[in-house]
């Protein structure tokens, strides 16, 4: 049965990465329609076409490999200098670029002329180009939403799970107490499993981090804590010691292997599924948008990590970037785990919204061929011309996105290298959520 659900959750995560990039096009479609820009074709997916139908004057169609997809605008790029349009170079460099702009042309109708992509003025061009990626930041929007307020979050709670009966270090063994290890605040003031903090040092308590954070910072005071047991009010007096404690980062995910000197209590609390409320929400959405950022910058930093996880079995790092290969089997692991399916089904659509909130961070980056390169170029433009408006100088013209082509082919080949290491990474040494 584990092994049809786990094929069920790869399934339903191809259809959803489909649908994904489906909205994702629909974005550059619809606005490129709208500014009379003329798309002959819409496509979700890459290589061999498995059904397309034309109605007007776009083909509509779905291609064999579910990695991507792309619309087909006319004239995305300006004639060259003279005019022309056509190659003319032996140069390798210069028929990159005149590849690129020939085939922006290849399917050039009579009455075209008006309806070319680069003859719209820089800002729908940004509209158009910026309007896939937003549809996207969208999709993750409604369903990180749907996640946190309709199916809640799987959190840690500030409810007593087990108490510890000595302390020790982070990292250190926990099962059994040293000879010489002194007793835990916790047990030394009573506190019992199925405590629940109501306050702690007069500072009434809504969640696990901010109970957390408070006793980070109470090293060495003596501090009343509420609990709730039993229908009744309970007052206990723990003194906070100090211990080295695991050391997180801003995204809140632990530092392998770092510790911090703080406040130590001595418990581990339970988690339970916690609804949150609108303004919750947009709190840990801004909070994951940031991660997002953090993590897209520090990616190069992850290669060396990826390359040993594949040549000699090093662990995946929990923040170990994934592919889509990587995240079809999370997919399908989350479809087997022994949880309620209601939890089953909203692990799936974060996992897809995060999907989602990748593909608008990683397509705003301003490098070709991604959208984000078309929008600098767009906006440069804009720029270039209402400089020579100011200073009275001639119109400059559109600017030619197609002399950055050798760029783009580079850029390309970067993504494609890394993409393969991260396909290799999950196939011979998945990251398994478990």
Avoid at 4 to 28: C, N
Wanted: aromatic share 8%.
């Amino acid at each position: 049965m584990a092994t049809v659900l786990t094929v069920v959750g790869i399934l339903v995560f191809a259809v959803g990465l489909l649908i994904s990039i489906a909205w994702h096009e629909l974005g550059h479609l619809s606005t490129a329609k709208l500014f009379g820009i003329r798309v002959p074709q819409y496509m979700v997916g890459f290589g061999p076409t498995v059904w397309s139908r034309r109605k007007g004057e776009t083909e509509y169609g779905i291609k064999a490999i579910p990695l991507g997809g792309y619309i087909r605008m006319i004239g995305m790029f300006p004639p060259g200098e003279d005019g022309r349009i056509t190659k003319r170079s032996s140069s390798p460099w210069r028929t990159m670029i005149e590849d690129a702009r020939e085939a922006s042309y290849e399917e050039l109708q009579d009455g075209d002329d008006d309806r070319l992509f680069y003859t719209r003025k820089p800002w729908k061009r940004v509209i158009v180009m910026f309007a896939g990626p937003f549809m996207n930041l969208v999709l993750a929007f409604g369903l990180f939403l749907t996640v946190m307020m309709g199916f809640g979050v799987s959190m840690a709670v500030p409810t007593i799970g087990t108490v510890s009966q000595c302390i020790v270090k982070a990292g250190q063994p926990t099962d059994s107490c040293p000879a010489d290890a002194p007793q835990t605040p916790a047990a030394k003031a009573g506190l019992r499993p199925g405590d629940k903090v109501v306050s702690f040092d007069g500072d009434r308590i809504h969640g696990y981090e901010q109970l957390q954070a408070d006793i980070r910072r109470s090293a060495g005071k003596t501090v009343a804590i509420v609990v709730q047991r039993d229908g009744q009010q309970v007052t206990l007096n723990p003194t906070i010691a100090v211990n080295d404690v695991q050391k997180y980062g801003d995204n809140g995910i632990p530092l392998k292997g770092q510790t911090v000197q703080a406040g130590f209590l001595g418990f581990t609390p339970t988690s339970g599924v916690v609804r949150l409320g609108f303004g919750q929400s947009l709190d840990r959405m801004y909070d994951m948008a940031e991660g997002g950022v953090k993590s897209l910058i520090a990616l190069p930093g992850k290669i060396p990590g990826l390359w040993h996880s594949v040549v000699d079995g090093t662990p995946r790092d929990a923040d170990s970037p994934i592919g889509m290969v990587g995240a079809a089997r999370v997919s399908g692991e989350v479809f087997s785990l022994d949880i309620p399916g209601s939890q089953r089904i909203a692990t799936f659509v974060n996992l897809l919204a995060g999907i989602n909130l990748s593909l608008f961070l990683f397509n705003m980056l301003p490098l070709l061929p991604l959208d984000g390169g078309h929008i600098a170029g767009a906006v440069w433009e804009g720029v270039r011309r209402r400089f020579a408006q100011l200073f009275k100088r001639p119109d400059p013209g559109p600017f030619d996105v197609a002399r950055l082509m050798p760029l783009a082919y580079v850029v390309a080949s970067v993504f494609i290298g890394f993409t393969l290491l991260v396909l290799v990474a999950d196939l011979v040494n998945p990251v398994k959520i478990s």
